[in-house]
């Protein structure tokens, strides 16, 4: 098979995967209906239940495409219509200073408490990139007639299903010159059959940012740096784990031996005035982690963080609570809420196959192999525990990984059965508004 039809099964694939993904979506809600509340987490219950939250979330009710947005979904389609500071989303932060103004740290909102809401916006845990790329594809959308909240729900779905295809192809590329052609198809097909492969395809960050991680790092194996760094920079704005992208970007570098050029170019300063050249390397090199610096001093960035810490209760390496959090869910897979036992199964084998594949990657591919380690660490640290499953797909060394085994064919049937089927009880979850991790 040559690389241009290895590349028109991958694409043809891809199509094939969105219109089943979308299709089995509308196709469960016809046939089938869920008891609520859902017990999978100790706050969901209350979530989840019958003209609860959720069912009162301003973004998630309109009709149009309503089986691709929950949850998180609602920030990126609020940023997308009516920016960070939408008013129809809870807020959290909310101080009275004695003057009666209120306080929306870091800034100071002008008025007084009758006449505007105090607090920050939930929307500012949430990065700028993807609704941005929502709110471009939704202008020349307007032509089909629909409303706004509808409009940029189809944007966002064709949005991240074209992040997907994106990411498929740099699989292939990834893979191939191991694996061969079948192996790097099969790779791009296990992203898309990954228990929370059916992610993608809704409006959630995953298929953008896997489309311009993965990118990144498959641009990088050409030394392409510039484009490599531009598309690491907008994986940055578009989750906080694209400055790790530095990290492949640096070994690059290193391995490729610019950096011995270095201190000759340095002791030529005082003669020729400053190395131009070493400095302008630098800085595409470093570009996601000045980008995300720069980011994390503006308003923006410093509202993220307090958003992130006061209500979603994630940080930075939180070793003592994920310790505790992890261990309480470890015990949750034996006890008697069966809900949660089936959700945390799903979650660990998450992590254990993060972990396994990335170190298993490390000799082989080192640069995208510590990328992906390193999103599977930060994020397994962050503090709560949930969403492991849905972060692992951020790390490529899981898809490869499962490629190799994948040569067998009994693994290759075996996964793509026992995945394909994990994949339709998480999306049937996530249909119905139910927790999905």
């Known amino acids: 098979m040559g690389q241009s039809s290895a590349k028109r099964t991958v694409f043809l694939i891809w199509l094939g995967w969105v219109v089943a993904i979308l299709g089995f979506q509308t196709f469960v809600t016809a046939r089938l209906d869920v008891r609520r509340p859902d017990y999978a987490v100790f706050w969901t219950a209350e979530s989840t239940r019958v003209g609860g939250p959720q069912d009162r979330k301003f973004y998630l009710q309109e009709p149009f495409m309503q089986n691709q947005s929950a949850w998180d979904s609602e920030y990126y389609l609020a940023i997308a219509i009516g920016g960070y500071e939408d008013p129809n989303v809870d807020r959290v932060g909310d101080t009275i200073e004695s003057s009666g103004t209120p306080t929306y740290w870091p800034f100071v909102a002008q008025g007084t408490s009758t006449t505007v809401r105090p607090g920050l916006p939930l929307s500012y845990a949430f990065f700028p990139f993807y609704p941005l790329m929502i709110r471009l594809l939704a202008w020349p959308l307007t032509l089909l007639g629909l409303n706004a909240i509808a409009t940029a729900t189809l944007a966002g779905v064709i949005v991240s299903t074209l992040g997907t295809l994106a990411a498929m192809l740099a699989l292939y590329e990834l893979a191939k010159d191991e694996l061969g052609e079948s192996g790097g198809i099969r790779a791009a097909f296990y992203l898309l059959i990954f228990p929370s492969g059916f992610f993608l395809a809704q409006v959630y960050t995953e298929g953008l940012f896997v489309g311009l991680a993965f990118?990144?790092?498959?641009?990088?194996?050409?030394?392409?740096?510039?484009?490599?760094?531009?598309?690491?920079?907008?994986?940055?704005?578009?989750?906080?784990?694209?400055?790790?992208?530095?990290?492949?970007?640096?070994?690059?570098?290193?391995?490729?031996?610019?950096?011995?050029?270095?201190?000759?170019?340095?002791?030529?300063?005082?003669?020729?005035?400053?190395?131009?050249?070493?400095?302008?390397?630098?800085?595409?090199?470093?570009?996601?982690?000045?980008?995300?610096?720069?980011?994390?001093?503006?308003?923006?960035?410093?509202?993220?963080?307090?958003?992130?810490?006061?209500?979603?209760?994630?940080?930075?390496?939180?070793?003592?609570?994920?310790?505790?959090?992890?261990?309480?869910?470890?015990?949750?897979?034996?006890?008697?809420?069966?809900?949660?036992?089936?959700?945390?199964?799903?979650?660990?084998?998450?992590?254990?196959?993060?972990?396994?594949?990335?170190?298993?990657?490390?000799?082989?591919?080192?640069?995208?192999?510590?990328?992906?380690?390193?999103?599977?660490?930060?994020?397994?640290?962050?503090?709560?525990?949930?969403?492991?499953?849905?972060?692992?797909?951020?790390?490529?060394?899981?898809?490869?990984?499962?490629?190799?085994?994948?040569?067998?064919?009994?693994?290759?049937?075996?996964?793509?059965?026992?995945?394909?089927?994990?994949?339709?009880?998480?999306?049937?979850?996530?249909?119905?508004?139910?927790?999905?991790?």
């Open 215 to 437: 990118s990144s790092l498959a641009l990088l194996r050409k030394e392409r740096y510039g484009w490599a760094a531009l598309l690491a920079v907008l994986a940055t704005f578009t989750r906080a784990a694209g400055v790790l992208l530095v990290v492949p970007l640096l070994l690059s570098w290193l391995r490729k031996g610019e950096w011995l050029d270095l201190d000759i170019e340095w002791r030529q300063v005082y003669f020729n005035g400053l190395p131009w050249k070493s400095i302008g390397r630098a800085l595409i090199i470093l570009a996601p982690a000045i980008a995300f610096g720069l980011w994390k001093m503006s308003d923006l960035g410093r509202a993220f963080t307090r958003v992130e810490e006061e209500f979603f209760g994630r940080g930075f390496l939180s070793l003592g609570y994920t310790y505790t959090a992890w261990t309480e869910a470890f015990d949750l897979l034996f006890g008697s809420n069966l809900q949660s036992a089936a959700y945390y199964f799903v979650e660990f084998l998450g992590i254990v196959l993060g972990f396994t594949a990335c170190i298993v990657g490390l000799k082989r591919h080192p640069d995208v192999a510590w990328f992906g380690l390193l999103v599977v660490l930060i994020s397994f640290t962050s503090g709560p525990a949930q969403g492991m499953y849905r972060y692992v797909i951020a790390a490529p060394p899981v898809f490869l990984f499962l490629s190799r085994l994948g040569k067998n064919p009994a693994f290759d049937r075996v996964w793509t059965l026992a995945s394909t089927l994990l994949m339709a009880v998480m999306a049937i979850m996530f249909t119905f508004d139910l927790w999905a991790g």
